[in-house]
């Protein structure tokens, strides 16, 4: 089957409206080139933004991540966070701007001049997403008489129908979720590149890492996460793996340990700190769990400053509880209780530790 090849000029140009009553603003001219070649996954348009003009009100997306790419002009990008603090930046030919999807980042681009400007701009066509317009009181209460059902409406705090175990958690910085197919490759890198750095305490690494074996492993994973018998979460930064961690009932009623592991390029950087305080809020204010203990080998003296950090107490020191690659060793046991959540302490940017059930409705 050979590629589908079209040009700009086959693809007719349209302005770019709201429904009525909203469609008196006429925002960029548009070329939908996705649709035009058939693309059933990505949606990509070419659009040309007049003086004066913006591409959207402004808006977020709970599922559908986008990106634009500027090719002439010099159109400046707002935004608005979901705390509230707004930006501006001006962008020129060759910039590429990424508005993440489900951090609640509304955007839209305008063209202040002095020349027009031209985008191409592409962005996913995902099921069930839905779009939050947060200085438009009017469009959305609009959008609730028409019933949409692609509006999001816990953009700004928990929902009161999401349902344990989260998902997905944001901190600051990281991303926590359950490890997928389409992670293998570079899942299996960095395992690879940290044989010599884990292997001391984790005898995981020396499993075979092949795309089979992996593969396997995930979709186990993620039917134990499922069925809620083991919650485990890769640690991703800027969309890459960096590590692991999680919530594991192996350790008596009401209670969850925390294990956790990174890459060695990202020790030292703060986040083990940042992922293991995200899956203990979790833990205790979500899964609802009474306590929560990380677990380690007394001679691994860098995770052994992450509990205390945190605010974790040093109950006991268990002799010969877990095999190792010299025997059985000695295990550190660390505790935090439900009522000591607030030990917990908080993140410089506290305000981005989210999290979302099964169905992306907010948790926290």
């Avoid at 040009?7 to 035009?36: C, K, M, N, Q």
């Avoid at 951090?103 to 063209?111: D, I, K, P």
């Avoid at 984790?202 to 018998?229: I, T």
């Avoid at 691994?300 to 002799?319: C, D, I, K, Y």
């Amino acid at each position: 089957m050979p590629p589908r090849i079209l040009h700009r000029d086959d693809v007719p140009e349209t302005p770019g409206l709201y429904p009525p009553p909203f469609d008196a603003e006429i925002l960029s001219h548009g070329r939908d080139l996705g649709s035009a070649a058939g693309v059933e996954r990505l949606g990509t348009w070419l659009e040309r933004l007049p003086v004066g003009h913006r591409t959207s009100r402004l808006h977020a997306h709970l599922r559908e991540e986008e990106a634009i790419y500027v090719l002439a002009g010099t159109p400046s990008v707002r935004w608005r966070e979901a705390d509230g603090r707004e930006g501006r930046a001006t962008l020129r030919p060759g910039s590429f701007c990424v508005f993440p999807a489900g951090t609640g980042l509304a955007h839209t681009v305008e063209n202040p001049g002095p020349g027009e400007a031209e985008l191409l701009v592409t962005g996913e066509r995902q099921p069930a997403e839905r779009i939050a317009y947060p200085e438009d009181p009017t469009f959305e209460a609009w959008r609730i008489e028409q019933g949409s059902d692609r509006r999001w409406t816990d953009i700004g705090g928990p929902n009161p129908e999401a349902k344990a175990p989260a998902w997905r958690i944001q901190t600051a910085r990281l991303t926590l979720r359950p490890f997928r197919i389409t992670d293998i490759p570079a899942f299996i890198q960095v395992v690879a590149a940290n044989q010599a750095h884990l292997w001391p305490w984790m005898p995981w690494v020396k499993e075979p890492h092949d795309p089979d074996s992996v593969a396997d492993r995930f979709l186990r994973f993620q039917a134990a996460f499922a069925r809620g018998e083991d919650f485990l979460y890769g640690v991703f930064l800027d969309g890459a793996p960096i590590g692991g961690t999680g919530l594991h009932l192996r350790v008596g009623p009401q209670a969850a340990e925390i294990g956790y592991w990174i890459s060695a390029e990202h020790e030292g950087k703060g986040l083990v700190s940042e992922a293991v305080r995200a899956v203990a809020r979790v833990g205790l204010s979500v899964n609802r769990f009474d306590r929560v203990e990380i677990r380690m080998h007394p001679d691994n003296v860098r995770s052994q400053a992450v509990p205390p950090r945190l605010g974790f107490t040093h109950e006991a020191t268990l002799p010969r509880r877990f095999p190792g690659p010299e025997g059985l060793h000695d295990v550190l046991v660390w505790s935090l209780y439900a009522d000591q959540i607030d030990r917990l302490g908080v993140d410089q940017e506290a305000h981005v530790l989210r999290a979302w059930d099964v169905l992306d409705r907010r948790l926290i």
